[in-house]
């Protein structure tokens, strides 16, 4: 739950970049502070937890039956 947390909130930060060039991160003061940084290392820390235990907890891909 909270890798997906995690991944929720740097998703939502890719659209605020994208849309209004505007970082989540700047609420804590930038790159420049630690917080933020260590925020965004445990999001991509959890995209690459999600990314290598997918298949084990995704029902479709855990199937053999899918044809692609």
Request: with cysteine; hydrophobic share 50%.
């Amino acid at each position: 739950m909270l890798t997906f947390s995690l991944l929720v909130i740097g998703g939502l930060n890719w659209l605020f970049v994208g849309l209004f060039s505007w970082d989540i991160g700047t609420l804590f003061g930038g790159m420049d502070v630690t917080v933020s940084r260590v925020i965004y290392v445990l999001v991509g820390l959890s995209a690459i937890y999600m990314l290598l235990t997918h298949k084990k907890d995704c029902k479709t891909c855990g199937t053999s039956n899918v044809a692609m």
